[in-house]
C-alpha cells in the first residue's frame, strides 16, 4: 500500500488550497480515509474523515473551512482548504482508518504535503 499526499504550498492567510492524496494497493474503495497534520513541534492530528458512503467529520479547528471527499473511481481522496490560517501550517498526511472508531490509521505513513501560512 502507498499513500501520496501532493498540493502543498505557500499561501497566505485567508487564501485557499486544494490537497489530493492518491491510495494504491487496492484498498480504497473499502476503506474510510482520514487526513491528518502534523505541525512543527506538535503531534499528527485527525482534521478530517469520510466513511465510503461519503460521510465527513471534521475536526472543530476546521469546520466551515475544509471539505473533504473521495473519487472512488480514481483512489483519490481531497482535501479543499478554504479561509486559510497560519496556524493550519502543517504536513498534511492521508490514510486509512480503522473501521472500528474512524480515528485509528491503518498503514504506515506515506509522503506528507507541507501547507504554509503565512500572515
Known amino acids: 500500500v502507498q499513500l501520496q499526499a501532493f498540493g502543498g504550498g505557500l499561501v497566505q492567510a485567508g487564501g485557499s488550497l486544494g490537497l489530493s492524496c492518491s491510495a494504491s494497493?487496492?484498498?480504497?474503495?473499502?476503506?474510510?480515509m482520514g487526513w491528518f497534520r502534523q505541525a512543527p513541534g506538535k503531534v499528527r492530528e485527525l482534521v478530517t474523515t469520510i466513511t465510503t458512503g461519503g460521510s465527513a467529520n471534521y475536526a472543530d479547528s476546521v469546520k466551515g473551512r475544509f471539505t473533504i471527499s473521495r473519487d472512488n473511481a480514481k483512489n483519490m481522496v481531497h482535501l479543499q482548504m478554504n479561509s486559510l490560517k497560519p496556524e493550519d501550517t502543517a504536513v498534511y498526511y492521508c490514510?486509512?482508518?480503522?473501521?472500528?472508531?474512524?480515528?485509528?490509521?491503518?498503514?504506515?505513513w506515506g509522503q506528507g504535503t507541507l501547507v504554509t501560512v503565512s500572515s
Open positions: 494497493g487496492g484498498i480504497f474503495s473499502a476503506d474510510a
Open positions: 490514510n486509512a482508518l480503522l473501521p472500528s472508531d474512524l480515528r485509528t490509521p491503518v498503514f504506515s
